[in-house]
């Protein structure tokens, strides 16, 4: 006969003793068959399973197996099942594996920032990787951090670290400073926690903005960039004869002049 119930459900297996109700504290609902260690709560199955120390939710209240969430207190296994019973979310405790998706239901996982929007998004059926920020990172070490501002030109110097460009074709350069303008980085690589050299996010591969300077010649749209002799900036690769291994990248945006901000595809060559 269904009784009701309003506390805290201690849940002991047969070789324990008998279950034990505590201070009431919540109502838990109308109770169902009692067995060695078990307590059934409805109308929605939850079956709480001292003698196998699991938890079942939905589903038949004597089948494991069908339960919708099967928490298994023996081996820390999660098991979450759809509509059809297929299991969807497996997290196997003794491998720490994350198995998601299932046969007729792929898995996806998405990642949300503050505003909602997703930023990171792991797509089973396609098996593609989508990342919302533009380009692709590692971290080096830098002379100091004080000049490794985001969109300096960077150049390898003999002492292993790389310093701000300042001379014109520096077959030396390795990149751009990451973060600048509207580009962050979507993958940072080969970072060191407590690395004793100061250490920053070059940008090598993908979209980027960079410190650059037109006063030697107006950088247009689809133009070559290389290193400049103003310190940290780009410009126009115009001597084709020598820009061979230096080339930074291609412009994506103008400057007619001066100094300033040019939006530039990478591509080290």
Do not use: W
Request: hydrophobic share 40%; aromatic share 2%.
């Amino acid at each position: 006969m269904a009784s009701e119930f309003i506390g805290e459900v201690t849940v002991r297996s047969s070789e324990q003793g008998p279950i034990v109700a505590t201070e009431a504290i919540a109502k838990a609902g109308p109770l169902g068959p009692i067995g060695p260690g078990q307590v059934l709560v409805g109308p929605v199955t939850i079956r709480l399973d001292g003698d196998g120390r699991g938890v079942m939710i939905g589903g038949s209240p004597t089948e494991p197996a069908t339960a919708k969430i099967y928490l298994d207190g023996k081996t820390g296994d999660i098991t979450v099942r759809d509509h059809n019973a297929i299991p969807v979310l497996r997290f196997d405790s003794q491998f720490a594996v994350l198995d998601i998706g299932g046969l007729g239901n792929e898995g996806d996982i998405r990642v949300r920032n503050a505003a909602d929007a997703t930023t990171i998004h792991l797509d089973g059926g396609s098996g593609d990787i989508t990342l919302s920020n533009g380009d692709a990172a590692e971290d080096f070490d830098v002379s100091s951090l004080e000049e490794a501002t985001p969109g300096t030109v960077m150049v390898l110097e003999e002492d292993g670290r790389l310093h701000p460009c300042s001379s014109e074709y520096d077959s030396r350069v390795v990149g751009v400073v990451a973060g600048a303008g509207s580009f962050r980085p979507a993958v940072i690589l080969d970072r060191q926690a407590g690395a004793e050299t100061p250490r920053a996010a070059i940008s090598i591969l993908g979209k980027v903005a960079v410190r650059a300077d037109a006063t030697y010649i107006p950088i247009r749209a689809g133009d070559l960039l290389t290193t400049s002799a103003t310190r940290g900036r780009a410009m126009a690769a115009e001597r084709e004869q020598v820009a061979t291994g230096a080339v930074l990248g291609k412009a994506l945006s103008k400057l007619d002049e001066g100094v300033g901000m040019v939006d530039m595809l990478i591509s080290l060559h």
